[in-house]
């Protein structure tokens, strides 16, 4: 059902609003490769797991509502009845809210997931764990929060901030045998967190991207983008705390986009990531990486 303030109604696998969001309200375009928006579904679409970034067997009904101003509010619920193994497990939903405006836009949302199902590294040592996935589970929900501003025509302010909770699972353990078609390990999944224990984790972003064509018609297509993160972990709590699940991640990126035609652009790139805390022993990690980047891309 489409059209007008009927709205659209929709079933299958669908992105989570909260991937649709981060896409457009990220000052380096959600690079898959440079922003850590788009290296993990887990703060750029998952709410805390990065398997929620799309979700399956799902109903979403969503609107947007056209102002006399012509400025627009949209608003979308999604649930998702269960998880690619055709079970209940993996149940959630997510509500968004937002306004839009030439140059002014607001997006606020939330989700909730029972039996989330991530996917890891099986233990090393065991040669049954090879060739296979080990995969755990969660209780999850998250909050976003994200604006745009343009000042100007060429100049556009993009700032947000993502909370999620991991939590115990619903279920201690579900049987589970395959994941990307691969074998889980044991063909269990069971409970990252014991009971009473939760983790709170924390994303907050703020950068900016301008428009050369706006200034000089001759640059049509060329932009530039800024971008800073900080995406933060805090230690598991509970009865006992875990100082050793605490650290932050530092990130600066900057873009140079050209696009050629709608289908193809070209791009320059640089990021570093500073890490630190308990989470990150230097010993055992790189306190700093730094990446450059070039490449061509096409829209499918």
Known sequence: MDGGSWGKLTYGTQYNPFFEITVTYDPNGKADSFSPLGESGTVGGGGGVSENSRMKNSLKYGNTYELESHDKINYAVINQFGNSAGTSHGNGYTTQ???ESSSFGVQLAYDRFFDSVKSGTAAPGNPLANDTIAVSLYNTQ???LTGRWMPTKDLKIIGGMEWYQLQPSSSRSIDYHSIYDQTVFGGVATSALKPGFKQDNYVY??????????RVPALAGLTTSIGYYLTKADAIDGPTVSTNSQGKIDTWTAMVDYKLNKRFD?????????????KYPSASNYTNVTSYGAGLRMKF
């Open 266 to 278: 070209t791009y320059l790139a640089y990021t570093t990531n500073h890490f630190s805390g308990d």
């Open 205 to 214: 972003y703020l950068g900016a991207n301008f428009d050369f064509a706006q």
């Open 142 to 144: 998250a909050v976003l």
């Open 97 to 99: 809210l937002g306004y």
